[in-house]
């Protein structure tokens, strides 16, 4: 199949390009189906962050998700923080994330 956002190399993202491919396709042929995305990283940035949160939202929230309602309670209170502190908690999740990456890559 011939489609305009075709990648052509596999990364972190092809599994955000497959669930945008399999929500957006309603039977039509490849010239008609269009899914939003280009297959350019650099075009697509946006639209990945935003599906990325989209499908994660809609994971931890799913029923069948066992600390679906551990996430709901402590989504509400991170909501009720002022933004100076969601701001500071994000940032300390980027960098313990960043120092992890950098753990490993010493191993």
Known sequence: M???WQVEQAGTDCGIYLMRHMESYMGESE???EC???GKKA???TAILELRM???AR???ADFNKYKSMIVTDFEAFRKLDIL???MILQQSAENRKKKRKTRGRR
Request: charged content about 25%; glycine content about 10%.
């Open 36 to 38: 939003g995305l280009t």
């Open 59 to 61: 994971l931890l929230t």
């Open 43 to 45: 075009g697509d940035v």
């Open 54 to 56: 989209k499908y994660m």
């Open 2 to 4: 011939n489609i305009s």
């Open 85 to 87: 502190e969601q701001t």
């Open 31 to 33: 010239r008609r189906w």
